[in-house]
Every structure is written in structure tokens, then in C-alpha cells.
């Protein structure tokens, strides 16, 4: 997926007190940045933080990391921060590949929303659900394993049911029409979602554990 790339963005987010720019000196560290034992909640790809942003001011008591790879795309999360004061919230510009080398055993749930479905059978090994990356999972999830998907592909989401149910893990909820789910189950919509429920799109989700 190609994005406006917004000038000086680098700098941008080096210099926002929200961004951790040596995320790596941390790894095992993580409650000393938040200064408390909350749980930490990290969204892989958060994008222009929509999701990310209200999650921390809606659960003051849980600790948030959004983590994305493009530092444009996090410029625009930075902007809607700049009148607000979460400390329960920190952002890493890093590869999700990473995120062996910046956590121990610290994370209690895994967000994935809407994250690149890759389509291309070529590119499978780049879905945030292939086992590549459910093996990485398991290196920072602190006990229980836990991951919540959203998506609108419906080929990553028949894909990701696959991927975590060959991977031993269950299904606390599984929903084909979130929105419009007679079961409801409290949303924070990103900013894809938003104009995917106007336009009227199905979103697919998942609540899915893994306790040993």
C-alpha cells in the first residue's frame, strides 16, 4: 500500500514526546516507561491512530503501543495527539519484525486492524496471522496469548481463522458483520473502518486465546 509521504516526516517524529526512538534499550523495561504494572496493549500497524489514540483514553488503566512502520502515516497519529495528555500511550516507528528485540515477555493483547492483507500467495509470509509472526507472538506475550483482528478482506480473515486455529489457539468471539452483530461487542473504530461502515462494507473480527 503506497501513502503521502509527508515532508520532514522523520524529524517530525523523532521530536513527538509520545515516540520512543530507541525502542530496543527497553526491551524487559516497558513498565518503567509507564511508569506503573498495567497491562500493555500493542497494535501492530496502527496507521494514523485513530484506533490506538482512543483505546488509551477510553481505558485509562491499560497501557498502549502503536507501532507503524512508515513514519508519514504516524505523523498524522502525532498530529491528533498534540492537545491531549495520554500517559498510557507510546509509539514505536519500527518493523513489526522487530518486536522480538524490543520486547521480553511484557504483552497482554495484540491488535491487528486492517492491517495489509497481501493477497498474493507470494506474500503470505508477510500476514501479521502466518506462523512466522505467531511464533514471534509468542517471544512478548507475557502468559495468556490474546489477539483481536478486524479486517474487511475476507480472504485474510478466512485465512487468519486457519492460521491460529492450526496454531492451538480459540475463539472467544468470531464475527462476519461486526456492526451489525446482534451480540454487540464494544468498538473503537479506526480510521478505515469509519468509511468502510458508511460505504456499508462487512468488517470481520476475531477475539482469539491461546492459554497453555
Known sequence: MEYI??????????NSRYVINNPLNYKGKWHEI?????????ELGMGRGDFIIEMAKTYPNRNFIGLEINDSQMVNGIKKLENLNLK??????????EIDKIFAKEIDTIYLTFSEPWPKKIDEKKRFTHESYLKLYDKIFKKKKHIILKTDNKVLFAYS??????????FKRVSLDLHHDENKIPNIMTNYEKQYYKEGRPIFYLDAIFES
Open 34 to 42: 509507564f511508569n506503573n504494572n498495567n497491562p500493555i496493549d500493542l
Open 161 to 170: 481463522l486457519e492460521s491460529l486455529s492450526n496454531y492451538w489457539y480459540t
Open 88 to 97: 498510557n500511550l507510546k509509539l514505536i516507528c519500527i518493523d513489526a519484525r
Open 5 to 14: 509521504k509527508i515532508k520532514n516526516a522523520d524529524q517530525i517524529v523523532k
